[in-house]
């Protein structure tokens, strides 16, 4: 997650509740109604002039649910946090471009903005203006991909402040003042697959992805964000003119396609294609012509295929000036150089007093990795140095939205020649994601002790009965194979996807509230939530056996690294939410979880990035535009799939 640092990104509220979870919760399982507990928040929404983006649908869309709420604090939350996004942190926007900042940084996260227009994806057909705001979108990280930095995980609106951000950071390849962070998270790119994909679905617009530039336009850089929503604060004069980002990074994008090529793409996925299909792609590996989308996605083919390779293949030969001179005590250390053709093809270094904001290794390349299909992200979701280099939900996500892209591609459509290397790239796509989800399935499935119990809320439970030795996992949505059976000859263990791994065969096991995570598999459509292994994993990351699950006077919850134990995310709470499985038990749990999101907005009429666990009132961040939105996916959710638990009759 972007971060706050020091004090300022902490609010404490006026009045200190000291409540325990039990009474509300009964409460709230026996009178849906009282799920708020009387907060009495207060719509505060900018006025109509002042919103950055006004959607008529949206607006009278919540104009006719807001009196159907049971809970007038739940319509007015949802009221709240369902526009939030386009009321607040659309920057920039135009016929072809879109900025979307975070909330209170100035930044727009190639991630954070994928998941921030997703709850406007169903609106889009009767809406035209959002539909190109979002297409803008899609513009601009592309165009972020292929003109500014390849690995980015964060951008500046344009490159004319370069003090904006973290411009102190070693990153290799370096970085130009258009970069806000330069941290490699894989995420990053699975969210622009995913954005691209989702749009396409939704609209079936095929133009979007026609799209060649000119570069975005300019602007002043927006300024640092009030403690609290307000549109206000953010100057929204534009004057569209050609950005210098282009000229200054596109030696980034020469530097990668120089670099020496030729590593494994993986015998698993070469064998599942059809013969021939090599040669097409090669020929994809070109593709792009006239399209930035189509220059992007193949931009982002490389760079996962650099980002496969084991620590040991991106070794030079020989370390600089060797042999080394004598005596010993006379040598300096070692200096691997950022330019040299033989180093990684990304590393990172920041001076910092916080261990998870940098990378360790004299070059800054992070942990060690055995090449196995995974595909590394030396950072997490929530912009923390990962423990070990194969983030598995993140390679869970791009696998299938590789795949997702693929079909996309070769569906038909396109316009103009080329067809060739667009079902080239096509089919690269398709080769790749089943790569990658294959190795997640081997790789990311590990064997643990069972446990009498997992969990079940925020309780442990004891298992009344013994999965039958040799069943297997049924339905699982990426990757190949078949995965792991639920019965092991070795004894009483059980099967569940690792947090973290090496390739070598070590791995964290835990789960961090941060989107992607092995609690948001289901979400993010890579499995069912009915999936035995993915069950079996939900219970390990909602329970004390994972290092990020904190209880509290406030309930519990997934957290994480970024803040440290005891803090709970919002997130993590709506994550259990979506993914629920059905029936009375899953409205339980439903209407359980929305009671602490409820209750975690303080009075502000807002969802926070975090809550300490035994005081909703001392939260982090009052203005995170995403995990707003991703609330307001939950209770749309819930209209849908169980509208008797918050609506009227």
């Given at each position: 997650?972007?971060?706050r640092?020091?004090?300022?990104?902490?609010?404490?509220?006026?009045?200190?509740?000291?409540r325990?979870?039990?009474?509300?919760?009964?409460?709230?399982?026996?009178?849906?109604?009282?799920?708020?507990?009387?907060?009495?928040?207060?719509?505060?929404?900018?006025?109509?002039?002042?919103?950055?983006?006004?959607?008529?649908?949206?607006?009278?869309?919540?104009?006719?649910?807001?009196?159907?709420?049971?809970?007038?604090?739940?319509?007015?939350?949802?009221?709240?946090?369902?526009p939030?996004?386009?009321?607040?942190?659309?920057?920039?926007?135009?016929?072809?471009?879109?900025?979307?900042?975070?909330?209170?940084?100035?930044?727009?996260?190639?991630?954070?903005?994928?998941f921030?227009?997703?709850?406007?994806?169903?609106?889009?057909?009767?809406?035209?203006?959002?539909?190109?705001?979002?297409?803008?979108?899609?513009?601009?990280?592309?165009?972020?991909?292929?003109?500014?930095?390849?690995?980015?995980?964060?951008?500046?609106?344009?490159?004319?402040?370069?003090?904006?951000?973290?411009?102190?950071?070693?990153?290799?390849?370096?970085?130009?003042?258009?970069?806000?962070?330069?941290?490699?998270?894989?995420?990053?790119?699975?969210?622009?697959?995913?954005?691209?994909?989702?749009?396409?679905?939704?609209?079936?617009?095929?133009?979007?992805?026609?799209?060649?530039?000119?570069?975005?336009?300019?602007?002043?850089?927006p300024?640092?964000?009030?403690?609290?929503?307000?549109?206000?604060?953010?100057?929204?004069s534009?004057?569209?003119?050609?950005?210098?980002?282009s000229?200054?990074?596109?030696?980034?994008?020469?530097?990668?396609?120089?670099?020496?090529?030729?590593?494994?793409?993986?015998?698993?996925?070469?064998k599942?294609?059809?013969?021939?299909?090599?040669?097409?792609?090669?020929?994809?590996r070109?593709?792009?012509?006239?399209?930035?989308?189509?220059?992007?996605?193949?931009?982002?083919?490389?760079?996962?295929?650099?980002?496969q390779?084991?620590?040991?293949?991106?070794?030079?030969?020989?370390?600089?000036?060797?042999?080394?001179?004598?005596p010993?005590?006379?040598?300096?250390?070692?200096?691997?150089?950022?330019?040299?053709?033989?180093?990684p093809?990304?590393?990172?270094?920041?001076?910092?007093?916080?261990?998870?904001?940098?990378?360790?290794?004299?070059?800054?390349e992070g942990?060690?990795?055995q090449?196995?299909?995974?595909?590394?992200?030396?950072?997490?979701?929530?912009?923390?140095?990962?423990?070990?280099p194969?983030?598995?939900?993140?390679?869970?996500?791009v696998?299938?939205?590789?795949?997702?892209?693929?079909?996309?591609?070769?569906?038909?459509g396109?316009?103009?020649?080329?067809?060739?290397?667009?079902?080239?790239?096509?089919?690269?796509?398709?080769?790749m994601?089943?790569?990658?989800?294959?190795?997640?399935?081997?790789?990311g499935?590990?064997?643990?002790?069972?446990?009498?119990?997992?969990?079940?809320?925020?309780?442990?439970?004891?298992?009344?009965?013994?999965?039958?030795?040799?069943?297997?996992d049924?339905?699982?949505?990426?990757?190949g194979?078949?995965?792991?059976?639920?019965?092991?000859?070795?004894?009483?263990?059980?099967?569940?996807?690792?947090?973290?791994?090496?390739?070598?065969?070590?791995?964290?096991?835990?789960?961090?509230?941060?989107?992607?995570?092995?609690?948001?598999l289901?979400?993010?459509?890579?499995c069912?939530?009915?999936?035995?292994?993915?069950?079996r994993?939900?219970?390990?990351?909602?329970?004390?056996?994972?290092s990020?699950?904190?209880?509290?006077?406030?309930?519990?919850?997934?957290g994480?690294?970024?803040?440290?134990?005891?803090?709970?995310?919002?997130?993590?709470?709506?994550?259990?939410?979506?993914?629920?499985?059905?029936?009375?038990?899953?409205?339980?749990?439903?209407?359980e979880?929305?009671?602490?999101?409820?209750?975690?907005?303080?009075?502000?009429?807002?969802?926070?990035?975090?809550?300490?666990?035994?005081?909703?009132?001392?939260?982090?961040?009052?203005w995170?535009?995403?995990?707003?939105?991703?609330?307001?996916?939950?209770?749309?959710?819930?209209?849908e799939?169980?509208?008797?638990?918050?609506?009227?009759?």
């Amino acid at each position: 997650m972007p971060r706050r640092g020091g004090v300022e990104g902490i609010a404490v509220g006026r009045l200190r509740r000291q409540r325990g979870i039990v009474l509300p919760v009964i409460l709230c399982l026996l009178f849906p109604s009282a799920a708020g507990l009387g907060q009495n928040l207060t719509l505060q929404r900018p006025p109509p002039e002042n919103r950055k983006f006004r959607s008529t649908v949206i607006d009278e869309y919540l104009q006719s649910l807001f009196p159907r709420f049971k809970d007038p604090d739940l319509a007015v939350l949802f009221s709240n946090c369902l526009p939030n996004t386009l009321d607040t942190t659309v920057f920039h926007t135009n016929d072809t471009d879109t900025f979307i900042i975070t909330g209170d940084i100035p930044a727009m996260w190639m991630r954070d903005s994928a998941f921030q227009v997703m709850p406007y994806m169903k609106f889009t057909k009767q809406d035209p203006a959002l539909k190109k705001m979002i297409c803008g979108l899609i513009n601009r990280q592309a165009y972020s991909l292929v003109h500014v930095h390849p690995y980015a995980n964060a951008f500046n609106f344009n490159d004319s402040d370069p003090t904006q951000g973290h411009q102190g950071d070693q990153v290799h390849p370096p970085m130009n003042a258009g970069v806000w962070e330069g941290k490699y998270e894989l995420d990053s790119l699975a969210a622009f697959l995913r954005l691209s994909r989702i749009y396409y679905q939704e609209t079936g617009d095929i133009s979007c992805f026609l799209y060649a530039g000119p570069a975005p336009a300019a602007a002043s850089t927006p300024a640092a964000a009030a403690s609290v929503p307000d549109a206000s604060a953010h100057s929204s004069s534009s004057t569209p003119s050609s950005s210098s980002s282009s000229s200054s990074s596109s030696s980034v994008v020469e530097e990668k396609k120089g670099e020496v090529k030729g590593k494994d793409e993986g015998e698993e996925g070469k064998k599942k294609l059809k013969e021939g299909d090599e040669e097409q792609i090669e020929r994809g590996r070109e593709v792009g012509g006239e399209s930035l989308w189509l220059r992007a996605v193949s931009l982002v083919l490389d760079t996962l295929q650099d980002q496969q390779a084991g620590t040991v293949e991106e070794l030079p030969s020989l370390p600089p000036s060797f042999p080394p001179s004598h005596p010993p005590s006379d040598t300096p250390p070692l200096a691997f150089s950022s330019s040299s053709s033989s180093s990684p093809p990304y590393t990172f270094r920041r001076t910092t007093t916080v261990g998870s904001e940098t990378l360790w290794g004299g070059r800054g390349e992070g942990g060690v990795a055995q090449r196995c299909g995974l595909v590394k992200s030396p950072f997490r979701p929530s912009d923390d140095a990962s423990l070990l280099p194969f983030h598995v939900p993140s390679n869970a996500m791009v696998s299938m939205e590789l795949k997702g892209v693929g079909r996309m591609i070769l569906g038909g459509g396109w316009e103009g020649g080329r067809e060739g290397e667009r079902e080239g790239l096509g089919r690269r796509c398709m080769a790749m994601g089943e790569e990658i989800g294959t190795a997640v399935e081997e790789e990311g499935v590990i064997w643990v002790k069972r446990r009498k119990g997992g969990s079940k809320g925020n309780v442990d439970v004891v298992e009344e009965e013994e999965e039958e030795e040799g069943s297997g996992d049924e339905g699982r949505g990426g990757g190949g194979g078949g995965g792991v059976g639920g019965g092991c000859p070795m004894g009483d263990v059980e099967s569940i996807y690792a947090y973290e791994v090496d390739g070598f065969g070590s791995s964290f096991l835990g789960d961090d509230a941060g989107i992607p995570s092995l609690l948001s598999l289901p979400y993010l459509g890579y499995c069912p939530p009915s999936l035995p292994l993915y069950q079996r994993t939900r219970a390990f990351a909602l329970s004390s056996r994972n290092s990020y699950y904190y209880v509290g006077r406030e309930g519990g919850g997934e957290g994480g690294a970024h803040l440290g134990a005891g803090w709970i995310w919002p997130m993590g709470l709506i994550v259990r939410g979506l993914t629920a499985e059905g029936g009375k038990e899953g409205g339980e749990e439903v209407m359980e979880v929305l009671e602490m999101l409820m209750r975690s907005s303080a009075g502000t009429g807002f969802v926070h990035e975090a809550f300490w666990k035994d005081d909703v009132t001392v939260y982090t961040r009052p203005w995170f535009s995403w995990v707003n939105g991703l609330f307001a996916e939950l209770v749309m959710k819930i209209i849908e799939e169980r509208p008797a638990l918050i609506l009227k009759e």
